[in-house]
Structures are given as structure tokens and as C-alpha cells.
T-cell receptor, first 115, second 113 residues
């Protein structure tokens, strides 16, 4: 059973461009979470999604950031008009339904560098 | 609101010595508690978790942690450090399933030969 997949692993963007980060959860997992790890800071929650629904977006910046988890395909974290402060590692996690739903399994992350 | 405090952002241990990483939490309800490990340029790997039941939890790679409600602590230990244990360790808390993880600031472990 493949783990959580994220791509790209590394992404370089110039200021003002758009960044699209993709996350495919583990097979059978229906919950997806996005976290951000800024340099010298800890991991911070951004958003929690289930298929076609945003459940909790309390950690998302109010502007430029959006997330989706469509019925088919991976979850996408989209950052419009990137700025240098968006440079960070972005991690996706997934959890299964049912008994083990309290446990989140993490992907390898996408490291975004904004020039 | 929940919070997690990890005492010591850096810990240095000798190979073969005890590893002790401290974690204290605050939560309005009994939480679920987790330890994750992050190797350089990689994602987080689950070491162990406590939800209910036995308060001493054993995880992978010889690590264990004990939930002490009276001390609101969930310290991580390993009797004998190995060079491969050099990594960053994160304590995290969740209120219930389907909730966001709140992480401590992380402790970076250096293992000296």
C-alpha cells in the first residue's frame, strides 16, 4: 500500500507566480490535511478536507491560498501570486475512516522556494 | 485551545545513552497524543500514539512514551541511542479524530559517537 504521495517534491517560483501542490492520500483514506513548516518554525495546520468538502480552514491565510479535494483526483493546495514569505515545506497528511481515523499519515512534503 | 510545549529545541546524547525528550500539553479535554520523527528533507513518520488504555505506549525503533495525566506530560524515551536516531522529533496533540494536529516546536536530536 503506497503511502501519501506529494508532488512536486521541490518547486521554485518567482514572486507573483502561482504554485500548485498536489497530494494523493493513502488508498482508502478519505480525510486530507495540509500543514506548513516555515523555516525555524514548527508545523502549523492549514486546512482539513474530505471529498468535495472543506471541513476546517481555520489555518489558511485569508488571501491567495485555496485548497480542494475533488471527487476524483488528488487534493490541490493553490497559492496565487506567491511572495518570498510563502517559502516553506508543505506537508499533506491523510487519515482513514473508522477506528484509526485519529492517526494522520504524512507525505514527504513539497518544498516551495520563492525567488 | 490546545498547546504543546517541548522542552529543549536541541538535545545531544552519546551513542548508547538514554534519550529523553520532554513534552507537556494543555488541553480542555483528554487529548490524543502523538510523537512523530522527521529525518532531514523528509516527511513525518509516526513513532507512537496514545488514545486510551495503557498509559505506557511502545512505538517503533525502540521508543516508548508514558502518558501522565496528573503532569499533563507525554515524554518520549529510548534506553540506548543509536546514530540513526539523529532527527527532529515532534510531539503533537489532537482533541479527537478528524481534528487538526497541534504540534510542539520540535526537538532536534544529535547523537555523538
Amino acid at each position: 500500500n503506497a503511502g501519501v504521495m506529494q508532488n512536486p517534491r521541490h518547486l521554485v517560483r518567482r514572486r507573483g507566480q502561482e504554485a500548485r501542490l498536489r497530494c494523493s492520500p493513502m488508498k482508502g483514506h478519505s480525510h486530507v490535511y495540509w500543514y506548513r513548516q516555515l523555516p525555524e518554525e514548527g508545523l502549523k495546520f492549514m486546512v482539513y478536507l474530505q471529498k468535495e468538502n472543506i471541513i476546517d480552514e481555520s489555518g489558511m491565510p485569508k488571501e491567495r491560498f485555496s485548497a480542494e479535494f475533488p471527487k476524483e483526483g488528488p487534493s490541490i493546495l493553490r497559492i496565487q501570486q506567491v511572495v518570498r514569505g510563502d517559502s516553506a515545506a508543505y506537508f499533506c497528511a491523510s487519515s482513514p475512516p473508522g477506528r484509526d481515523s485519529d492517526t494522520q499519515y504524512f507525505g514527504p512534503g513539497t518544498r516551495l522556494t520563492v525567488l | 485551545a490546545q498547546s504543546v510545549t517541548q522542552l529543549g529545541s536541541h538535545v545531544s546524547v552519546s551513542e548508547g545513552a538514554l534519550v529523553l525528550l520532554r513534552c507537556n500539553y494543555s488541553s480542555s479535554v483528554p487529548p490524543y497524543l502523538f510523537w512523530y520523527v522527521q529525518y532531514p528533507n523528509q516527511g513525518l513518520q509516526l513513532l507512537l500514539k496514545y488514545t486510551t488504555g495503557a498509559t505506557l505506549v511502545k512505538g517503533i525503533n525502540g521508543f516508548e512514551a508514558e502518558f501522565k495525566k496528573s503532569e499533563t506530560s507525554f515524554h518520549l524515551t529510548k534506553p540506548s541511542a543509536h546514530m540513526s536516531d539523529a532527527a527532529e522529533y515532534f510531539c503533537a496533540v489532537i482533541k479527537a479524530a478528524g481534528n487538526k494536529l497541534t504540534f510542539g516546536g520540535g526537538t532536534r536530536v544529535l547523537v555523538k559517537p
